[in-house]
């Protein structure tokens, strides 16, 4: 059985930072794709940032550019989310996703797993 599971989560101030870590289990995730999503209350999910295995290439949408950085290490098949700078509209239950897939998407119509979520709450 797959299981994703997010952590680090929390309440902080604006300007704060956090460090989300996504356990995975019950397979390797060693060659997928692997990415990071929030979903904010009415809003849909969107995704934040993702890394792949081989060459360790990155992506990250443009209102976290420069402020989030995601890892990963294959040795404990985890992922990882290091937030800086956050703001008020940071705010949001964040997802850690794994495609089968090797290759980046940017849309969660085509990630395989996926975690519970992890609340991070930015506020003053």
């Known amino acids: 059985q797959v299981q994703l599971v997010e952590s680090g989560g929390g309440l902080v101030q604006p300007g704060s930072s956090l460090r989300l870590s996504c356990a995975a289990s019950g397979r390797t995730f060693s060659e997928a794709f692997m990415a990071w999503f929030r979903q904010a209350p009415g809003k849909e999910r969107e995704f934040v940032a993702g890394?792949?295995?081989?060459?360790?290439?990155?992506a990250y949408a443009h209102f976290v550019m420069g402020r989030f950085n995601i890892s990963r290490d294959t040795t404990r098949n985890t992922l990882y989310l290091q937030m800086n700078s956050l703001k008020a509209e940071d705010t949001a239950v964040y997802y850690c996703?794994?495609?089968?897939?090797?290759?980046?998407?940017?849309?969660?119509?085509?990630?395989?797993?996926w975690g519970q979520g992890t609340h991070v709450t930015v506020s003053s």
């Open positions: 996703a794994a495609r089968r897939d090797a290759v980046y998407s940017g849309s969660s119509s085509e990630y395989d797993y």
């Open positions: 890394i792949a295995s081989i060459g360790r290439t990155t």
